[in-house]
């Protein structure tokens, strides 16, 4: 059962994307490329490891589809507990400088910042329903300092 008040508070602690373009840890399963610019500008391949070809965007809108899992529509409590962790990231992720999202004239803050609140609401929705994480993963790379983009496969894409 997830304690809703300490996933919260740990949101309201987070460094969510601190470790953008830093050395990337060792986690399988994961690839990390350096920066925004090399993921949504000039993504080169031969960075992607062979993921680029099957590679598939993490949600970065409240209304796009889950990819991984289909839910009911949702009781009053659960909306209000996706309410909740969604103010508890946007708070959050305020303090984060826009400058590791910029390149050039593009400006990826508000995709980063939905996607996360996409991935934490989902979260909260597997929790909810007793169902097994696929986005306890991903919530785990954004609690590390990391921005999830994307999948293909079994490899998730990380900045």
């Known amino acids: 059962m997830l304690d809703f008040e300490k996933l919260t508070d740990e949101i309201g602690r987070a460094n969510f994307f601190s470790k953008m373009g830093g050395v ?22 031969s960075e992607f490891l062979g993921a680029y070809e099957d590679l598939e965007w993490l949600p970065t809108t409240p209304t796009q589809d889950d990819p991984f899992k289909s839910f009911p529509k949702p009781p009053k409590d659960l909306v209000d507990l996706r309410l909740r962790v969604s103010k508890a990231v946007m708070q959050s992720v305020k303090k ?33 329903y007793g169902e097994e994480s696929a ?22 894409i990380v900045i």
């Open 24 to 45: 990337p840890d060792k986690v399988e399963n994961i690839i990390y490329i350096e920066s925004v610019f090399r993921v949504f500008i000039e993504p080169v391949e």
């Open 135 to 156: 986005w306890l993963r991903i919530v785990e790379l954004y609690f590390s300092g990391r921005w999830p983009v994307g999948y293909s496969k079994n490899k998730l």
């Open 96 to 128: 984060v400088p826009k400058d590791k999202f910029l390149s050039g004239a593009h400006d990826f803050s508000l995709a980063a910042r939905n996607a996360a609140c996409f991935a934490f609401r989902q979260y909260v929705s597997e929790c909810y």
